[in-house]
């Protein structure tokens, strides 16, 4: 897949799928309906926070990237089917190469047990999917994201389309129109930079990948993705209100306004 055209579509409010994990081919999709997780909005259940504040999982970022897509593509009870196939895996594989995809990894006995993984581009996060072998695993990690996003200056966390999960985790429907207003103040600050790769109208499939690794760095500014982890390093978790663990960080971060 052209990495220029695939952040182009991004930049317009599509994106990639696959009718299934073997298919060959895959297509652009623009929904009229758009799922979106306000970043002050996000939804803790008191099991939710129970499991965020007791640290029931290590809670990691970009340490297995491509554990994550790979088990997000395997097929399971509830869904036999998948819509990421090879190319689109190996075009997110790719954009993490280049500082532009990312993960959000949830280990228990130093086993993956669940995690997310998605686009970032100025001030938008674009989620692509989830997976979780155990109870809370895929919250925690949503819980994670959404901190990081706040803290790291994010606007704009995409999820596609609305799910029950998400839905109880605090997602919100709106318009495609909508979507794209919101998607234009999250890459204002972008848009000179950002013309090389998502020109007015979506370019074909000729453009060149090497303008993709040119622009990477600025497409990945606006927002900090690592945020999060420079707070976490320092021993007092960056406050002194007696927040002494991660997940408390966490928790104590998701009820901040902003």
């Not at 954009?95 to 686009?119: F, K």
């Not at 007015?200 to 622009?215: E, K, Q, R, T």
């Amino acid at each position: 897949m052209n990495i220029d055209l695939l952040l182009s579509a991004y930049a317009h409010g599509i994106f990639p799928m696959a009718d299934s994990r073997e298919d060959r081919e895959s297509f652009w999709v623009e929904p009229q309906q758009r799922a979106i997780m306000p970043i002050n909005g996000f939804h803790v259940s008191k099991s939710l926070a129970k499991a965020i504040r007791q640290d029931r999982f290590e809670v990691t970022s970009d340490r297995d990237f491509a554990g994550v897509i790979r088990l997000c593509a395997e097929s399971t009870d509830d869904r036999q089917e998948t819509w990421i196939n090879s190319d689109i895996e190996e075009a997110f594989l790719q954009l993490h190469q280049m500082g532009l995809a990312h993960s959000v990894e949830c280990w228990r006995d130093g086993r993956m047990v669940g995690g997310l993984y998605g686009l970032a581009m100025g001030k938008a996060f674009f989620g692509e999917s989830m997976f979780s072998r155990v109870t809370d695993a895929s919250k925690v990690a949503m819980a994670w994201l959404v901190a990081r996003m706040k803290l790291g200056g994010f606007a704009l966390l995409d999820c596609q389309f609305m799910t029950e999960h998400l839905q109880s985790l605090g997602a919100i429907e709106i318009s495609q129109k909508h979507y794209l207003e919101l998607l234009e103040v999250a890459l204002v600050d972008l848009r000179d930079q950002v013309s090389t790769v998502a020109s007015p109208s979506p370019p074909d499939a000729s453009s060149s990948a090497g303008a993709a690794g040119a622009a990477a760095g600025a497409l990945s500014a606006g927002a900090d993705w690592g945020a999060l982890d420079r707070l976490l390093a320092e021993s007092s978790f960056g406050f002194s209100t007696g927040v002494s663990s991660p997940g408390k960080f966490i928790l104590h971060s998701l009820t901040q306004t902003s």
